[in-house]
């Protein structure tokens, strides 16, 4: 008693799994989503620059707006920052958003394409949509 | 022994990726080539592992029979523990593999007052099923850097994952109990005698090899930030065989991944093949019904007796002499 | 708190081990806050508000305070309308004398009085009972008197709810987005399950503005800083016999209320 | 090196050395210790059924006199059993090493010696199937858990293959159903490739093998035995079955442990047999020539004991009859069950199983066409076709004892029960960890039922005798009934060591007690010829009972 | 042990399929609740906690039944309530884990409640009841499964049982007292701010909760071979009838107080209650049940020779518990917000999908309930020990 | 002070020790889990060891009572009997218990009366050796019964064929 056939259809079972993210992508190639900062404000920014280098900025954007929260929110700490040349508050929605004002090519790509769901858009919203 | 063993060899992986990233900036290779090269060797390895047990036929029916079983109709069959069908089998299988059925059965032995007591034992079967459940809900989260678009049920993993609004970004629950329960497994094998007797390098190294990738993974989520956008081109590039791109990534993802590489590759030449193991058990998965059906050994070949009539010849004398039947007077 | 310490104490949170410290330190800054009003040692900074009900003629004077409040900070109006009056959200808003000051009403107050509307919004007690019953430390009090409250912090028990003597906070029932006429993009709406309340425009003060009520008020409510001899609101309530809504509490409002005298003050 | 303890000198008492072990078990060699193991075997046995090796030998002897290519033997057999048994493969590959079937063995539990341990015990063979066999092990040796197989190394095999019941309990609390009876199967079979042989193993074999039966009892030893026990079956109840012997025709072949036939108590048992026939006149016959149930070569190889085996179907088939009975017995049962019909059938000169009394078709066994005598018995009774008595056991406080092989092997476990609570009246349950699949071996189990190894058995039995214990202390439990000739010839000793007060018996004969025979006479005694108290002087049955 | 819940009697399977249903009904009921947010309960801006925070406070008394058993044989060594005090610890257990449940969907963020423990607030007395009441149902879970444990085993309880007990004891009260603080520290809420809001507690508790176990433990009986025994029961009964005078003679000092003094906003809320407010009546028949109930319980209980009939034992203890139920389930914490701070009167009253939230809530309570009780049981038949004690 | 409040001060110490030198009489590989003292519960015969003797040692501070006494001293000889080979090294772990205690007095300076009290302790322990000598032996003796019974059941038919049932039942 081999059981092959059960053997051979487990193991076709197990790497149709295991190889799903491979034949699922079959024949599609791989984009890397860049945001966009292309919009009025930072086209007319004297120095294309944010509150924090680029690359610290990809990879700490969260945690920079979680302390800004806090200080503001609990410690009153609302001092601004010149930024590119105009000023900026600490806030998402008077201070990240003047600048990034497209969310959707500028967050959300990125967003999306990693699956992180940030719940900062329950309320903090965008100037030219309204509600979300 | 085999502690210090097997983490000093997790620490050189480490290092090695380390090393190799930031001192020789081999990300091509750490990031690429040897992913590659560990699936396949996963791939085949398992492939092949369990065309070698596929070979080997199973000669008997031999399950352990855990209940009742089925005989006469009053008498209540333990359909699960004592299958008699492939309905029953399966059942019982997925009792197993899902829910570590039999590691809900443990004792453990006690003695006092001069007799054995037996108690429950459960945090082996809490600890493994944690262990599992959890490497397999973090395996389908990662499932958000190889598919584009993230599929629904990625995403909604990851959201009751994430359920707890714990930091930023959330914190993912499923990823610190792996860790926990990788670290309580690892102690148990230390603090109870008789399983660190018969632990061997082979049993702390995968342990190891897991908390390291979990760390690695929860350094990278909360701590050493790395640029999601840049690993998800690099994933993505790798399931489409397309050009991958390696810059820019920190040299955490990189002993991360060459972790994940080493597990892989690991995998089939490891007790980690329980696996698939489990599932090929003879004592398991087969129904206990050699009585009401034939069950064929292929290699059934004939062999030596002694016949009646041998018998007969030997003790003719005898059995005449108190009276016994013989075929041959 | 620099943002290293605090960094710290919420990596230590979440390890689980920063428990005795953070507890017991704060237990010792709340002790000092409730000690403070007590002793009457008055605090560099107190920002009050004195709310003259004699400038509050017409309709149309409450109507612009509260729209002032409401349109600014996306308090959902509509609620009381389109869902449920037992929802509803507000942060300052109208009720009668007796309402407003139930121990302290009797029949034989003036009738125009008993007409009379006031002006509820958020006390900002010098000794908060929301602050003191809050588990998560959404609610709390600044050193200028302050009370904020963070929804990003709330889990939404509702506990300051029933602290409160005022009635002062709203707690979002539903989604307040289904419910704004408009929106001002500048302030965020709150999400569905977390308390919410009058903040005496504490982003308006960062910009050296005054809470957008007053600003409307065409002199009726004034804001100032209490500790301050000089100011404005101290001006006022030593020339203008004042009240406190449920003075007995010992919660100490930092709202006054001038109900009547002088006819013809403004 | 294997080496043999001597008492220790009173000097040697003083000086007791304090340090831990500095070796871990792959370097630790095996002593054997008196009592705990069995004698090897001698030269005719295996000379009479072809075993290879046949020589003079004792275990603890330095030289085992084995074949000079004897590794080279070992290594291709177990090649050729990976490459023949998934068990065995699969076995050597998977074990994660968790530890949950270590304190499950009876023998860890009664020495604390940890080779004992169900898993260490495998891994004493997997550390030379990862040296010979596997990549990480031919690479990185000792550190893969693999080592060298060498004589000391074969001897330790030997020591603790021969120190495992093949009980199975280990594989019911195993995540992988890994069963160490499997690889202790497997060892043995490797070590009679080499003449490594017990004695009390390959006699039996050779007896089974030529006579028909364990003990070697000829036909006409046979039928006089079952006289001597008819003579006490009359002295008690005044009938005289008569059963038949080789006779061709009958409906029926009744199979039994050949033990019943002869040692105590089992010959209770087997006079149970013949009265329950009797009564419900049942038309069957016993053979000579198939005189056992039981399979000692199941001990040594596959292939012996199916050559044992296949004597069964053979005199069914010469006999003609329609199907077959099978005794209380318990590695009997789990050949029968799991390999009888693999190995000789199929059995398709005989028809499905129907009870000739009640008309029962026994479905379960329609393959192999045998029937468990407690199903058959449990049907009658449910059918009510017995008239029972069952206060003639009232003397009896009962508890059950489940027969390995029967309990993890088969799963009957509800039909002795059910007989045991229609004909007594004062039945127990051991604690529940220690019946059903769960039940702990008499720890003579696989043939270390010998006498040499005494020491051995009584520590291998003390699991189950605390539970005895337990119910005896709770309930003043005195008969440890079961359904497996082995038990009841091993029990007796381990209850009188630990556990002395109980006795031990089979199930038929608390059956046979209580079975009102038609036209018997008043009874006044059981079957062992005992008084049954209370029957004849009411007055006195009371102190008898303290006594 | 836990296999034990895992076999068992069609019966037993019946009551444990309504539960999960019940479970099911309630889960979809919140889920709802959860997406569309609080609003779809009865609680209002005026009436801001309702039927989930009073089943809290309602059952955070029901835990406090171990303690009323675990004193007496723990510290006065009265062996026969050795076989009833595992039936109080784990209705401990299965009340403290309702308890909890009650708390987080009353929550309208439940995704932080670890913010409770994240940013530790100790001037916060609900911060401590989040902590004793974990801590309380970690002790009943761990001493209950220890001692039933050993006792399946046959071997006396581990060493670090014992002070766990002791432990229990002062626990079980703080745990009441720090509920009763929940209400009692707030200003302005005439109705719970009373000095003697823990007393209350503790003696609506130590009735309702040994009422309970009264029943429960009958209804064990019935079903199966556990006993715990004509005698415990009775001395229980002793313990309800104590509770239960003290509980009324707490209430009738608080009716003293506000009406003697004459002081509105102490008169208001006795008056919405009973009598109605401005109209405003829904909750007066509730109370008057409530109160006739009492009534009846302690006539049924004060005199041995009506209490020592069992029948009539359950019918005052049915009385109690639904007396009480009323009493803290509704009027306690309603009571506290009418008149709001406005002296106006919002009434409230649960909806549907409250309701079944509540239900579902109640149903997981007791399949906890259920499935400790079947694991106490069955090890008891097992070890022969079920019976009454000779 | 007197030695027996001594010895009752330094119980769980000398109990401990006692234990660890029991263990150590077992072969190394075995007296590693015995020995360990977290999971000393996990095997059955390293409790029923520190049960018996902390009765023991209660026994011995007391005057024993030789009927309550032989009961501990059973369990644990009776396990050793199958468990050790030689009987001087089967009981040997009663003598170890005079060496412990000898050690922990003598770390106390004893004064003179202790030293005297010492020897009735060390003669009851000698007492002890006496009953245990008795049941090592009993145990013993009942191991070759059963070898020799075991023959006897095999062949109880043979006996009762060739009419020496009776005879065999006198035996008995």
New interface residues.
């Given amino acids: 008693m081999y059981n092959g056939g059960k053997i051979i259809a487990g193991l076709i079972i197990f790497f149709g799994l295991v190889t799903f993210p491979f034949y699922s992508n079959f024949g599609k190639t791989a984009n890397k989503v860049t945001p966009k900062l292309d919009t009025p404000v930072i086209n007319q920014l004297e120095k294309k620059e944010c509150v924090k280098p680029k690359e610290y900025m990809r990879t700490e954007h969260m945690k920079v707006l979680d302390e800004w929260r806090d200080e503001v929110v609990r410690e009153g700490k609302r001092d601004k920052m010149i930024v590119g040349g105009i000023e900026i508050e600490k806030s998402l929605q008077n201070g990240c958003l003047k600048c990034h004002s497209n969310v959707k090519t500028f967050c959300d790509v990125c967003h999306t394409s990693s699956g992180v769901k940030p719940y900062c858009w329950d309320c903090h919203f965008i100037k030219e949509e309204g509600l979300l | 022994m085999g502690i210090f063993f097997s983490f000093s060899m997790i620490i050189a992986l480490v290092v090695i990726a380390f090393a190799g990233v930031q001192l020789a900036n081999m990300q091509f290779i750490f990031g690429v080539v040897i992913p590659y090269a560990a699936i396949a060797t996963f791939l085949i390895g398992v492939g092949f592992r369990v065309y070698k047990w596929g070979r080997s036929p199973v000669p008997f029916r031999i399950p352990t029979t855990c209940g009742q079983q089925k005989s006469l109709p009053w008498i209540k069959h333990s359909r699960f523990e004592n299958p008699d069908s492939t309905f029953d089998v399966v059942v019982r299988m997925a009792l197993e593999v899902f829910l570590f059925r039999t590691l809900f059965r443990n004792l453990k032995a006690e003695t006092r007052e001069g007799r054995v007591a037996y108690g429950s034992d459960k945090w082996l079967w809490l600890a493994g099923l944690a262990l599992h459940v959890t490497f397999f809900v973090v395996l389908l989260r990662h499932l958000r850097f190889f598919m584009e678009p993230v599929p629904f049920f990625v995403n909604l993993t990851d959201s009751l994952d994430g359920f707890m609004q714990v930091g930023t970004p959330h914190l993912l629950i499923t990823g610190v109990v792996l860790l926990l329960a990788a670290v309580y497994l690892f102690f148990r094998r230390i603090s109870i005698p008789q399983v660190r007797y018969i632990s061997l390098p082979a049993d702390y190294f995968p342990l190891f090899l897991i908390m390291s990738i979990a760390i690695s993974g929860i350094l990278m989520r909360y701590f050493t930030k790395v640029d999601l956008v840049r690993i998800k081109a690099l994933t993505m590039g790798l399931v489409t065989i397309g050009p991958v791109e390696t810059d820019g990534i920190g040299a955490i993802f990189f002993v991360h991944i060459f972790l994940i590489s080493i597990l892989l590759a690991y995998f089939p030449f490891s007790k980690l093949m329980h696996m698939g193991g489990v599932f090929l058990s003879p004592t398991r998965n087969m129904a206990n019904n050699s009585r009401i059906k034939r069950h064929i050994n292929p290699w059934n070949y004939p062999v030596k007796v002694h016949t009646y009539e041998e018998y007969e010849e030997e003790f003719r004398d005898k059995m005449k002499s108190v009276g016994l039947p013989l075929e041959k007077e | 708190?620099s943002?290293d310490r605090?960094?710290f104490l919420?990596l230590a949170?979440?390890a689980?081990v920063g428990?005795g410290l953070?507890?017991s330190d704060?237990?010792f800054k709340?002790d000092a806050v409730a000690s403070s009003s007590h002793s009457k040692a008055m605090a560099k900074e107190r920002l009050a508000m004195v709310i003259d009900m004699r400038k509050f003629r017409t309709e149309e004077d409450y109507k612009r305070v509260i729209d002032a409040c409401h349109s600014i900070h996306n308090v959902p109006t509509l609620i009381a309308e389109k869902?449920?009056p037992?929802?509803?959200?507000k942060w300052i808003w109208k009720?009668s004398y007796?309402?407003?000051f139930?121990?302290q009403s009797d029949d034989f107050h003036p009738e125009a009085l008993k007409e009379k509307s006031f002006l509820l919004l958020c006390n900002h007690c010098d000794n908060p009972?929301c602050v003191?019953?809050?588990?998560?430390?959404?609610t709390?009090k600044?050193e200028?008197g302050l009370v904020?409250q963070?929804?990003?912090?709330?889990?939404?028990?509702?506990?300051c709810?029933?602290?409160?003597?005022?009635?002062s906070r709203?707690?979002?029932?539903?989604?307040p987005?289904l419910y704004?006429e408009k929106?001002d993009?500048?302030?965020?709406?709150?999400?569905?399950?977390?308390?919410e309340k009058c903040t005496f425009c504490?982003?308006r003060l960062?910009k050296g503005l005054g809470p957008a009520c007053a600003e409307q008020s065409n002199g009726g409510m004034v804001f100032g800083n209490l500790s301050d001899p000089n100011s404005e609101v101290r001006k006022l309530l030593a020339s203008n016999y004042a009240i406190r809504r449920?003075p007995s509490?010992?919660?100490l409002p930092s709202v006054f209320y001038i109900i009547g005298g002088d006819e013809n003050a403004g | 090196m294997a080496k043999t303890t001597q008492p220790a000198k009173p000097e040697e008492l003083s000086k007791i050395d304090y340090t831990p072990p500095a070796t871990d078990w792959l370097e630790t060699p095996v002593e054997f210790k008196p009592g705990t193991y069995c004698h090897g075997s001698r030269i005719k046995y295996l000379e009479e059924v072809g075993f290879p090796n046949p020589r003079e030998w004792a275990p603890s002897d330095e030289d085992w006199k084995l074949p000079a290519n004897w590794k080279d033997i070992i290594l291709e057999g177990m090649k050729e059993r990976l490459g023949k048994y998934r068990s065995f493969q699969l076995f050597m590959d998977i074990c994660v090493r968790c530890g949950a079937c270590a304190d499950k063995c009876h023998f860890y539990i009664g020495s604390g010696d940890p080779k004992n341990m169900p898993v260490l015990r495998a891994e004493l063979m997997r550390s030379v199937y990862r040296k010979y066999f596997t990549t990480g092990g031919k690479l990185f040796g000792k550190q893969a858990g693999a080592r060298e197989l060498t004589e000391a190394v074969l001897k330790e095999w030997w020591y603790y293959f021969y120190q495992c019941t093949e009980c199975r309990r280990c594989s019911v609390f195993c995540p992988y159903g890994i069963d160490q009876a499997e690889i202790t199967m497997m060892g043995r079979e490797l070590l009679n490739l080499v003449g490594g042989q017990t004695d009390w193993i390959g006699g039996p074999v050779a007896n089974c093998y030529k006579k028909g039966n364990h003990l070697g009892l000829e036909p006409h030893a046979i039928t006089s035995n079952i006289d001597y026990l008819l003579d006490d079956i009359e002295e008690i109840s005044g009938i005289r079955p008569e059963p038949s012997f080789n006779r061709k025709g009958a409906e029926i072949l009744f199979v039994a442990p050949s033990g019943d036939l002869f040692g105590d108590p089992g010959t209770y048992t087997a006079m149970g047999y013949l009265m329950l026939f009797h009564e419900i006149g049942l038309d069957y016959t016993w053979s000579t020539y198939a005189s056992e149930g039981g399979n000692f070569g199941f001990f040594t190889s596959m292939e012996m004991a199916k050559r044992l085996n296949y004597k069964i179907y053979a005199e069914a088939k010469r006999l003609g009859v329609k199907w077959i009975i099978g005794g209380e017995c318990g590695h009997m049962w789990r050949v029968l069950n799991q390999y009888m019909d693999t190995w000789n059938g199929p059995a398709d000169f005989m028809v499905e199983p129907v009870s000739p009394i009640t008309g029962t078709k026994f479905e379960n066994a329609k393959g192999t066409k045998m029937v468990h005598i407690t199903e058959f018995t449990a049907d009658l009774i449910k059918n009510g076709k017995l008239k029972l008595d069952p206060s003639r056991n009232d003397h009896l406080n009962v508890t059950f004892h489940d027969s390995c092989n029967t309990a993890r092997g088969m799963g009957i476990f509800e039909e002795p029960r059910y007989i045991i609570k229609n004909v007594c009246n004062n039945f127990h349950e051991m604690p529940e960890d220690t019946i059903r699949e769960k039940t702990f071996c008499c720890g003579s189990g696989s043939g270390l039922n010998a006498g040499e190894n005494m020491e051995l058995r009584m520590r291998g039995g003390f699991p189950k005798a605390s539970a005895v214990k337990s119910v005896q202390k709770k309930y003043g439990v005195n008969m440890l009934a079961n359904i497996c000739a082995i038990d009841r010839a091993v029990l007796p000793p381990l209850m009188q060591y630990w556990v002395p007060g109980v006795s031990v018996c089979g199930t038929h004969e608390l059956l046979a007690n209580a079975l009102v025979m038609t036209g018997e006479k008043k009874r006044t005694q059981d079957l062992r010829l005992e008084d049954l108290p209370g029957i004849e002087e009411e007055g006195e049955g009371e102190e008898e009972e303290n006594v | 042990m836990l296999d034990k819940a895992l076999t068992g009697s069609k019966r037993y399977w019946t009551l444990v399929f309504i539960l999960l249903s019940l479970i099911g009904a309630g889960t979809l009921a919140y889920l709802y609740q959860f997406k569309n947010g609080l609003g779809v309960t009865g609680m209002s801006r005026d009436v801001s906690w309702g039927f989930y925070i009073s089943q809290f406070t309602f059952l955070v008394g029901v835990a406090a039944s171990a303690v009323m058993l675990v004193i007496p044989y723990y510290l006065h060594n009265y062996k026969k309530f050795g076989k009833i005090v595992i039936l109080g610890e784990f209705l401990a257990v299965g009340a403290v884990t309702m308890c909890l449940l009650f708390i987080v969907v009353d929550m309208g963020q439940p995704m932080r409640m670890l913010n409770v423990i994240l940013h530790p607030t100790p001037n916060s007395i609900l911060f401590w009841d989040a902590t004793v009441l974990n801590g309380y149902l970690f002790l009943n879970i761990v001493i209950g499964w220890a001692t039933l444990h050993a006792e399946k085993k046959g071997l006396p309880p581990a060493g670090w049982v014992k002070p766990l007990i002791y432990l229990s004891i002062p626990w079980a009260v703080s745990i009441h007292t720090v509920t009763a603080f929940l209400y009692a520290g707030l200003p302005g809420r005439h109705f719970w701010l009373t000095a003697i809001m823990a007393a209350r507690f503790l003696a609506s508790a130590f009735a309702a909760g040994p009422a309970l176990l009264i029943i429960l433990a009958l209804i064990v009986r019935k079903y199966s071979k556990f006993d715990a025994g004509n005698e415990a029961i009775q001395s229980i009964g002793k313990i309800v009838a104590y509770a239960m005078t003290a509980n009324v003679f707490f209430i009738i000092l608080e009716l003293f107080t506000a009406f003697y003094s004459q002081i509105p906003g102490h008169m208001h809320a006795f008056q919405y209650l009973f009598v109605g407010l401005e109209g405003h009546s829904k909750l007066v028949p509730l109370m008057w049940t409530s109160a006739i109930l009492a009534v009846v319980a302690l006539v049924m209980l004060i005199p041995p020779s009506i209490r020592n009939k069992e029948s009539n034992l359950v019918v005052a203890c049915v009385a109690v518990f639904i007396s009480l139920w009323i009493d803290k389930g509704f009027g306690l914490v309603i009571g506290g917000f009418v008149p709001n701070p406005f002296d106006g009167v919002t009434e409230y009253w649960p909806t549907l999908p409250e309701t079944l939230i509540t239900l579902g809530v109640w149903a997981t309570g007791f399949l906890v309930l259920t499935i400790l009780y079947k694991v106490a049981i069955s090890v008891r038949e097992e070890l022969g020990t079920a019976g009454a004690e000779k | 002070m007197n030695l027996n409040d001594l010895l009752l001060e330094k119980r769980s110490a000398i109990l401990q020790k006692w234990f660890d030198l029991i263990i150590e009489t077992y072969p190394e590989e075995t007296a590693k889990f015995l020995k360990s003292q977290k999971n000393q519960f996990s095997n059955p015969v390293g409790h029923t060891i520190l049960e018996g003797i902390e009765e023991i040692f209660n026994e011995v501070l007391g005057e024993p009572d030789p009927e309550k006494v032989a009961i501990y001293l059973d369990s644990i000889i009776r396990i050793r009997a199958i468990q050790e080979f030689s009987p001087s090294k089967a009981l040997s772990f009663l003598f170890l218990l005079k060496k412990v205690i000898r050690a922990e007095v003598i770390n106390e300076t004893p004064e003179y009366h202790m030293l005297e009290e010492l020897s009735v302790i060390e003669s009851r322990i000698d007492d002890l050796v006496n009953i245990s000598f008795d049941i090592y032996m009993q145990c013993r003796e009942k191991i070759y019964e059963l070898k020799a019974n075991e023959v006897k059941n095999w062949t109880y038919r043979l006996l009762k064929k060739t009419n020496m049932v009776k005879e065999y039942k006198a035996e008995c």
Avoid: Q
Wanted: proline share 9%.
């Fill in positions: 708190m943002i605090r960094k919420k949170g979440l689980g428990l953070s507890t704060l237990l709340g869902n449920n037992k929802n509803e959200v009720d007796e309402h407003t139930p121990d009972p003191r019953v809050c588990p998560t430390k959404a709390f600044r200028d904020i963070d929804p990003h912090r709330c889990i939404g028990c509702r506990f709810m029933a602290g409160c003597p005022y009635g709203s707690f979002n029932w539903v989604d987005r704004l929106t993009p500048a302030y965020p709406t709150r999400t569905m399950g977390v308390v504490v982003e960062a449920k509490l010992g919660t």
